[in-house]
């Protein structure tokens, strides 16, 4: 989490918030804006349970078995609670599935939060800290979405996430996110414009567009506008100069809005298009409204609009019924995109799903071994597709020191490529680069994970 004062600004007597996050970009959001209430309540962060006076855990129940790991956690720090009185807290998915029958579960949990009840953050625990137990996991009024206002002082970081839309209509027969984090609200276009000028004036240089499904943004807003409305009009912010999004819809993805990839000029090359699995059966009952044919239609028009564009995915191996043919067209279809990058897992029920009535017949250790076979062909692929940068000038965003940043004489620095590899080069120390800075690299290595270079110009 950027932007909390640091450990050298503490001051005696202090409050300490710990903040746990698991699973996705949205909660490492949600965990971004807790810390910012509590911060504005005036807390600081830390990392080390042994200092903290509040510890939450934000929770998320979209692949993991998220209660046992919580409460396994909880248990673990319980002895911290005679040394002095430090308050636990469950936020995110847990929170919303359980609210009050967690509290009434667990005797040494202090409180509950919601998604959606962030911004009484500091009343909850205002009121544990009195011995008043409380768990608020309401869900917001669907045409009052109550989005917390950024606040641009504790925003410093060269990136930034910015919500824009939260929950999601698409019920796919696997997913939990419509139950937990319920029905698909967005954020108003001149709110959204208004906190991307925040960004931009408090020093963010890249905004990225967060929401489950950001295709369908504009939904139920007046005068219904659509996402690539609103991507022109981000684009369109003086002094931005990179703009993504995450994650969109195959079925949601217009002509439209493929073809602003390569005509805005800050849109970086770089789309998260889950797949999900190759068969045409399988995607039919996962409820995807969309069959490989459609799919690939959609890569190729992506490709014409900007053909150097990264693209990735996400896929789910053994859903039910799932047969070793359906999967060999999830291969097929892996094989022909030629993806950069894949997020991929294997099935799981999720209580409440659709598909969670239905027999889960793959047996796990044949989730397993499609899984490692998915795995290898696109680290193959991955390492092929890397080689594409070797000799070529790239434009890095500048994230800051690289892990082992210090080389001699020199500084190693971090940052992406539009396409979002992550690049190493070095500076020496009288021209380090300012986070958030554009800088030319000119590649000259691949490695595993990250490209190398050296800047030119
Ligand atoms: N089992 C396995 N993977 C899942 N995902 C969502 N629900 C499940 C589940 N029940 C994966 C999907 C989604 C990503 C965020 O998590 O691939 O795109
Ligand atoms: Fe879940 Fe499907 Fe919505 Fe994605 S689009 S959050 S997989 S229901």
Not at 10 to 29: A, E, H, K
Not at 74 to 86: D, G, T
Not at 191 to 196: A, G, N
Not at 392 to 403: C, H
């Amino acid at each position: 989490m950027n932007g909390l004062p640091s450990e050298s600004q503490q001051v005696p007597g202090q409050r300490r918030v710990m903040i746990v996050t698991y699973g996705c970009q949205m909660n490492v959001f949600d965990s971004h804006r807790m810390a910012q209430v509590l911060l504005r309540d005036g807390y600081v962060e830390t990392m080390e349970p042994a200092e903290a006076d509040v510890i939450i855990f934000n929770t998320c129940s979209v692949r993991d078995k998220p209660e046992k790991k919580v409460l396994g956690s909880l248990s673990r720090l319980l002895p911290l609670k005679e040394i002095k009185p430090v308050l636990f807290g469950v936020a995110g998915c847990v929170a919303q599935q359980h609210g009050q029958a967690l509290l009434d579960k667990v005797p040494y949990l202090d409180f509950v939060v919601g998604p959606d009840n962030i911004a009484q953050l500091p009343q909850i625990v205002a009121d544990a800290r009195h011995g008043s137990r409380t768990a608020r996991a309401d869900w917001m009024d669907r045409h009052n979405y109550d989005f917390i206002p950024l606040d641009p002082a504790v925003e410093p970081g060269p990136t930034a996430f910015l919500t824009i839309i939260k929950g999601c209509d698409n019920f796919c027969s696997y997913c939990v996110v419509p139950y937990v984090r319920g029905r698909e609200v967005s954020k108003p276009l001149e709110l959204t414009l208004r906190e991307v000028g925040m960004l931009v004036d408090a020093g963010v240089s890249e905004v990225t567009l967060l929401g489950q499904n950001v295709n369908s943004w504009g939904r139920g807003l007046p005068g219904e506008p659509t996402f690539p409305d609103l991507l022109e009009a981000v684009s369109a912010v003086p002094g931005l100069k990179r703009l993504r999004f995450v994650t969109s819809h195959p079925a949601d993805a217009s002509d439209r809005l493929l073809g602003l990839f390569g005509h805005l000029p800050n849109l970086a090359e770089y789309l998260h298009l889950p797949l999900q699995a190759g068969s045409d059966d399988v995607l039919a009952r996962m409820r995807r409204k969309y069959d490989s044919a459609q799919y690939l239609d959609r890569i190729r028009t992506v490709r014409r609009a900007c053909p150097d564009i990264a693209l990735s995915t996400d896929i789910i191996v053994g859903f039910p019924g799932e047969t070793r043919q359906d999967f060999e067209r999830t291969l097929a279809v892996v094989r022909e995109v030629d993806y950069d990058l894949m997020y991929s897992f294997k099935y799981s029920p999720r209580p409440g799903t659709r598909a969670a009535g239905w027999v889960d017949d793959v047996p796990e250790a044949e989730k397993a071994a499609r899984l490692a076979e998915l795995q290898s062909m696109q680290d193959e692929i991955t390492r092929r597709r890397m080689q594409r940068f070797l000799g070529r000038t790239e434009e890095v965003l500048v994230e800051g020191p690289s892990k082992s940043s210090r080389k001699g004489a020199a500084f190693e620095i971090m940052g992406r490529t539009r396409t979002n590899y992550i690049v190493n080069f070095c500076v020496d120390g009288a021209t380090i680069p300012a986070p958030g800075e554009l800088v030319q690299v000119r590649i000259d290595k691949i490695l595993a994970h990250c490209l190398k270079g050296v800047p030119v110009g």
